[in-house]
Structure formats: structure tokens, C-alpha cells
């Protein structure tokens, strides 16, 4: 597992070997992010109640997969990015990261 952030404190790409099974990630989700009423300042102040930490079960070619309550699996959607993105076809796709200081990097560079 490689710290996640290059010498100048900027984000790195993540990529699958970033991650390996039984490691714990770290997955971001916005409840409230499609509603009309969402406050981008209010979740970089409160983001911590949207965290879940997730063990990583399996890793492929393509995919990581996490335990959960159901079948989740991440993917690098786009080269560059800094998470992993759910492989989902409905509603909002989630992020996961590597490490804690990852995320918490994501949230302050994006929010």
C-alpha cells in the first residue's frame, strides 16, 4: 500500500495497486447530493458522518471488491482520478480510497 500523496501535498492518481485484500478503505458517499437544497460547505464541514470503512475482499484486473451488506465493487473510471468509483448503473456513484489521508485530502482540495 503507497501513501497517496506526492511530495508537494497534492493528490495523486490511485490505482488498483493502491489496495490490497484484507486493507481497510475508506468509502465516501453523499446522501443529500441530488437534492436541490445540498450545501457543498456543510458537507466539508460535517463529511465525517458520510465515511464507511470497508475491507477489501478481492482484487482483479478491473475491480475492487469490498465487504459489505451487498455486492459492491470499484473500478478507476478515469485515469487521474484520486478514488475508485462504485460500479453502479442506478442513483450515485460512490468513491473509495486507499487510505484515511486520501479522502480527507479529496474532501479539502473539493470542497
Not at 53 to 77: C, D, H, M, Q
Not at 91 to 102: C, D, V
Amino acid at each position: 500500500m503507497s501513501e497517496n500523496r506526492e511530495n508537494n501535498g497534492a493528490l495523486r492518481p490511485v490505482t488498483l495497486k493502491d489496495f490490497a485484500v484484507g486493507q481497510t478503505a475508506y468509502h465516501l458517499y453523499h446522501p443529500r447530493h441530488g437534492e436541490t437544497n445540498y450545501n457543498p460547505e456543510e458537507f466539508a464541514r460535517e463529511y465525517e458522518e458520510y465515511i464507511q470503512e470497508y475491507k477489501v475482499t478481492a482484487i482483479g484486473r478491473k475491480y475492487v471488491n469490498v465487504k459489505s451488506a451487498w455486492p459492491r465493487r470499484f473500478y478507476l473510471e478515469n485515469k487521474g482520478d484520486a478514488y475508485l468509483t462504485e460500479d453502479r448503473d442506478w442513483g450515485y456513484s460512490t468513491k473509495l480510497f486507499p487510505n484515511r489521508e486520501a479522502l480527507d485530502a479529496y474532501v479539502q482540495k473539493n470542497y
